[in-house]
């Protein structure tokens, strides 16, 4: 089985030893995706709702750049720094799953990259 890494200029650069996905076999392994604005590369303004659209718009790059949409991903993992948010982040979630969602986790964690209030990491089966 091989591996590649694959990389867009639509998400966020890795700020780390990390790629923004991994696919092998017929499988991709989205990292986890922040709030962070891929043309700044900075993050962006806002309350956990416009933080969890832009981490949705963010995996959604890294999906295209592996020719993948919402509709191949078979499992989510959402992690907040704040459970009583999960409401909230739960909607914006919904309008990008909106047939058929993957399994999922949801886990509320002391705290996140940069200071953020969502991170979410995606898995993919093309």
Do not use: H, W
């Not at 923004?20 to 891929?38: E, H, M, R």
């Not at 999906?63 to 982040?89: P, S």
Request: glycine share 6%; with cysteine.
């Amino acid at each position: 089985m091989t591996k590649e890494i694959i990389k867009t200029d639509k998400a966020p650069e890795a700020v780390g030893a990390y790629s923004q996905a991994v696919k092998a076999g017929d499988t991709v392994y989205l990292s986890g995706q922040i709030a962070i604005d891929p043309e700044t590369q900075e993050i962006i303004d806002g309350g956990v709702e416009e933080q969890a659209k832009r981490v949705l718009e963010n995996l959604k790059a890294v999906l295209a750049a592996a020719d993948c949409t919402f509709q191949d991903v078979v499992k989510a993992e959402i992690f907040l720094d704040d459970i009583n948010d999960f409401g909230a982040v739960n909607d914006i979630y919904a309008e990008y799953f909106k047939e058929n969602p993957p399994a999922r986790a949801c886990m509320e964690v002391s705290n996140l990259p940069k200071g953020v209030s969502v991170e979410i990491a995606l898995t993919a089966v093309k």
